[in-house]
């Protein structure tokens, strides 16, 4: 497998997106323990990836909103922590970031993935067989087509894609997930889920991944700690005193009463129809006043599972010269994940805030989470 991309892409100027997000991945790359040979590597995907939206000046508005940030930025990070080990870094993006249509920015985005796929040699077959369900001619939003990519050391990342079961609709977005589970061989999968108020994305692993996954995003309107602590359908894994004591700490709060909280559960063997993972995601940024409060719960619940938020620290000035103070959402979810045979993870997903960064909130006085 090729370890260093062709060089094709022009280096962005400064003051464009592509030069932004260029500084902040070879920023977090460092945090993350990378080299500066990965980390140049990883940059150069991260602006070929964005295409010509890499080379837009931010002087300008962006071209389309896009539902990936609050900012509309095409770009977002994570780190995921497990005990004893470096975090893994990865970053999302919308290829398709600027296209004039929907359809058209899943066919980038797919032309993307499928010269990844050529660069890094592995096989887009998965892909390739539920295509038509998230693909259509007259495709509908919130999204088309995001990758993710793990980057590890090397050069060579794991990729994850991102679809939209709404694509053919809203109201079709149940039936697009279930038709898109039975292709891939989970026939029984779509009836282990929990009660969703609809279903925002449907990832699939693909690349170098030693048991890849399927896995189905959930919404949950209204969600109180005690109902996120039923959620999880995996038979193992963090129980529901873990998941609500998770919730509390995050999001202060026994409800999530604005934006909806998420669950995804990964589906790794056919036979069962039992998940092999589970993910309860908070949307911290939308129940704290500023991101210093983000940053302290944050470091609770890393220091509460044993991880070390050193790095975490470190990767809000590898973003930004900012104070935490001063805005809020620049930790946009706090994740605690569970997959079959590994270790709990807690994953922070990190905003770019390329465009604008979100004023600290004016919120209600609440009483304190129970505990």
């Known amino acids: 497998m090729s370890r260093l991309l062709p060089d094709t892409t022009p280096e962005p100027e400064a003051g464009t997106l592509g030069a932004h997000t260029r500084a902040q991945l070879t920023r977090l790359c460092d945090v993350a323990g990378l080299s500066p040979t990965d980390a140049e590597t990883y940059a150069h995907t991260l602006v070929e990836a964005l295409g010509s939206a890499a080379g837009r000046s931010l002087a300008l508005p962006p071209p389309t909103r896009t539902f990936l940030s609050d900012d509309h930025t095409p770009v977002e990070y994570s780190l995921s922590f497990s005990p004893g080990r470096a975090p893994a870094l990865r970053v999302l993006v919308e290829p398709g970031f600027g296209a004039g249509s929907w359809a058209e920015n899943g066919r980038i985005g797919l032309e993307a993935v499928r010269a990844m796929a050529r660069r890094w040699d592995f096989s887009t077959e998965r892909l390739d067989e539920i295509e038509d369900l998230f693909f259509p001619a007259r495709a509908k939003g919130p999204l088309a087509l995001w990758i993710a990519l793990e980057l590890l050391p090397g050069g060579v990342p794991r990729m994850k894609v991102y679809l939209n079961p709404a694509a053919k609709g809203a109201k079709r977005s149940a039936k697009t997930v279930r038709k898109a589970l039975r292709r891939l061989g989970h026939r029984r999968a779509f009836k282990a889920l929990p009660k969703a108020d609809g279903h925002p994305f449907l990832a699939l692993d693909l690349g170098r991944w030693e048991t890849p996954r399927v896995k189905v995003y959930a919404r949950h309107l ?150």
């Not at 063997?269 to 589970?278: K, Q």
């Not at 103070?325 to 605690?336: F, R, T």
């Open 222 to 371: 209204d969600l109180s700690a005690a109902e996120a602590g039923g959620l999880s359908r995996t038979g193992s894994g963090p129980g529901p005193a873990e998941l609500q004591e998770f919730f509390r700490t995050t999001a202060a709060t026994d409800d999530l009463d604005r934006r909806p909280g998420l669950s995804c559960h990964a589906f790794t063997e056919t036979e069962t129809g039992r998940p092999s993972g589970f993910t309860l995601h908070i949307p911290v940024r939308d129940y704290a006043r500023d991101d210093r409060e983000v940053l302290e719960r944050s470091v609770d619940v890393l220091r509460s599972h044993g991880m070390d938020p050193d790095p975490l620290v470190r990767s809000l000035s590898a973003l930004t010269s900012r104070r935490p103070k001063d805005g809020v959402g620049l930790i946009a979810y706090l994740a605690l994940a569970h997959q079959q045979g590994h270790p709990p993870r807690v994953t922070a997903y990190l905003s770019s805030e390329a465009y604008a960064v979100r004023p600290p909130a004016k919120l209600p006085r609440r009483a304190p989470a129970a505990v």
